[in-house]
C-alpha cells in the first residue's frame, strides 16, 4: 500500500500531506507509535511512524533529526499531531521532508493514534488480501493453461498481454526455450553470450540486468527446471519491488512453468531410459532377428538403410574431491545438456548414454565426403560447450562409415576402440578417429601360444 492510499482511508481523510509529497509513492507495510523519544534504532524499511509529538514540544527542532534519520532507514512517512503539544512546525522540518520526499502527514485532533494504527493495518491486510485471492486466480489461469495442452508458448503469451512486457523463456545458458514475441536485439544479446560460454549465476529470487550497447533493462525471474537446473523468465524492463502486481503475475506464471517444466524432464527421462535400453540391446545382440530389430529401430527414428557414423564419448576425468554420486550426477547433467544440443543440430544425430558414455549416431541417406567433416565440427562445438559451461572436458572416439543400421554394433566397437587408443596416448579433449590394423597389429592382438600353434 502507498502513502497516498493510507490517506484516502474513508476514517483516514481528514489526515493531509504538509511537506515531502514527491514521496507519496512510498510503501506502506507497517505502521508503529512514537512513545518514546529513543525510536530511532528501532525504525524499519516502509514504515509510516505516527506521534503527538510530545517529545518535541520542548525542541522542536528535533523533528528535523528524526525526517532525516527516516528517510535514511528508507521509512514511508511520519504523521504529527500539529495541535496537540506543538503550536508549530519549524520551516526547517517542512524543507527536510521535501529534500528527502518523505511524506510529513497532519493528523487531526479527532483521529486518535491508535485508530490510525488500526485503519492503516486493516487497509493494508484488505489489500494484501485481495492480492492473494488474485494471485490464487491468476495461478489457476496459468495452470489450467498447461493442464489443456496449451503450451509454454501459450502461457508466456497470456502472461506478456496481462503485464504489456514482451517474456522470454530461457535456460541457464542464455538458450531461448520460448518466447512471447520475437526481439530480434536480445536474441543478439544472448547469442553472443553465449559464445562466450556466460551461463546466469543460480539466483533464488529476481534480478535486474541492462544491455549496456542497447540500454535495455530486463528482469530476470527464477525457473526451476529439475534439481539441478534452473531456467529463467525474461521480462522486457525493470520491475520494481513497488511494482507488486506485476511481480506477483510473473511468480505465479514461474511457479507454474516449474511445475510444467519438472513434468516434462521427468517424461523426457523416461523417453531416454526406454531408448538407451533398446540400444543396449541392439548392441548386445539380444533381439531375434533383423527383422524386430528394424521394427523396433523405427520407432526410435532410426532407418535401416541409412548410412550411420558412431561416436563415443567420455569425460576426461573424475575429480578425486567429490563422491561417485556426485560424479554420477555431474555425468548425467552434461549428457543432458548435450542431448539438448543436439535437438536444436540442424544433423539429424540420435542421443544414446551407457554407463560413463554418451553415444552419438550420425544418419544420412547418402554416402558424402563432407560426412565426417561436419560430424566432427558437431563434436568440437560440444566440446568447446562443455568447456566453457562446467570447466571440464570431453573425448570422443569415431567410427569408420558402416553401410546400414545393422552395422552399428561394429560402428560402435570401432570408436570404443578408437577412444581407447586416445586415452592411451593420454590425450585430452580429443576426437580420434578408428584406424583400420594392419596385419601386424592383427597378429599382435592373438594369444602367443595361439600364434606358435598356427606357426608350427
Known sequence: ??????????????????????????????????????????LKPNEFLITTA???????????QLVTTMAERKCAALGVKTKRYLNEIPPEVFAAADEFGLPLIEIPATLSLGEIVYQTLRAILDQRTDELTYAMEIHKQFTQLIMRGKGVDKLLSNLSDMIGHHIMLINQHLKPLSYSTTHTKLFAFLSSMQKQGYTFPVHQSNFSFTILATRQTFTAFPVYMSEKRVGYLLVSGEIKEEDRLNALIIEQAANVLSFAMMKETALNQFNRSVRNDFFYHFLEGTFSSETEIINRAKEFSLNQNFKYICAVGKLDTMEAAVTYKQHQQKIELMFEFIEEELIDSKSPIHFFTKGERCILLYAFPQFSHEANHLFELVLQEIQQKISSYYSDTISFGVSS?????????????????????????????????????DIIELLRAVPQEDLRSFYA
Open 401 to 437: 562409415l558402416c553401410q546400414n543400421l545393422l552395422y552399428v554394433p561394429n560402428a560402435y566397437k570401432e570408436a570404443e576402440t578408437a577412444l581407447k587408443d586416445g586415452t592411451l596416448s593420454k590425450k585430452r579433449d580429443f576426437i580420434q578417429s578408428y584406424r583400420m590394423k
Open 54 to 64: 510530545y517529545h518535541f514540544k520542548d525542541e522542536p527542532m528535533m523533528l528535523k
Open 1 to 42: 500500500m502507498k502513502v497516498i492510499d493510507v490517506i484516502q482511508v474513508p476514517t483516514l481523510r481528514d489526515m493531509k500531506i504538509l511537506a515531502g509529497e514527491k514521496g507519496s509513492g512510498r510503501d506502506v507495510e507497517t505502521v508503529n507509535m512514537m512513545d518514546a523519544p529513543d525510536i530511532i534504532p528501532y
